[in-house]
């Protein structure tokens, strides 16, 4: 998993993946154990999803109010990828740098899946907002929801540059604003 995670799909070698697997298997062991490597970074995605991708739950959690849900996916998120004992940055957000051949279109898709629920979660989090009066009428909910998702996967980017946690959680609660400035709360004449 931590290949594919530093590495992306493409970059990941056969050669470096057998090397890393029980101190070294040979390529007729692999076959049988994955039958490709395709499939092998399938199962890793998902344990990754299973240990590091639960930080956007709250997106999808009604009994959370939206504006918590948003600043706890992006704190969490944050959190995760700035983290010891792992390569910096999100698997599934840097993973479609390393999945862009014609050879790998089930990895890119499955990649923009996982992506389209998290850009989802954050859209619905923007329209319960405006239903519950806690955003404008006028909020655009497509437009914010990306304003969000497009954060939230920047963060991959200055987490592997290895920008300061301190940094990035401040950003968090910068980025916050977006969602303060559509909410009735912002207007003056309210």
Request: charged fraction near 20%; glycine fraction near 8%; aromatic fraction near 8%.
């Amino acid at each position: 998993m931590h290949l594919f995670w530093e590495h992306g799909f493409e970059s990941t070698s056969l050669s470096q993946l057998k090397a890393a697997i029980g101190g070294g298997i040979a390529a007729p062991s692999f076959y049988a154990a994955f039958e490709s490597k395709e499939a092998l970074y399938k199962e890793t995605l998902e344990r990754y999803m299973s240990l590091y991708g639960n930080v956007t739950r709250s997106l999808h959690d009604p009994s959370i109010s939206p504006r918590e849900a948003v600043y706890l996916a992006l704190h969490r998120s944050a959190k995760m990828q700035c983290e010891a004992g792992h390569p910096k940055g999100c698997m599934v957000a840097l993973g479609i740098m390393g999945a862009c051949s014609s050879g790998s279109e089930a990895i890119t898709e499955l990649l923009r899946n996982i992506r389209s629920r998290t850009r989802a979660g954050f859209r619905s989090c923007v329209e319960r907002g405006i239903e519950s009066g806690e955003l404008r009428q006028s909020t655009n909910a497509p437009a914010l929801a990306a304003a969000f998702d497009s954060f939230f996967l920047g963060i991959s980017v200055l987490a592997r540059d290895r920008v300061r946690y301190s940094v990035i959680e401040n950003a968090v609660i910068d980025a916050m604003g977006i969602w303060d400035a559509a909410s009735d709360r912002s207007d003056p004449r309210h």
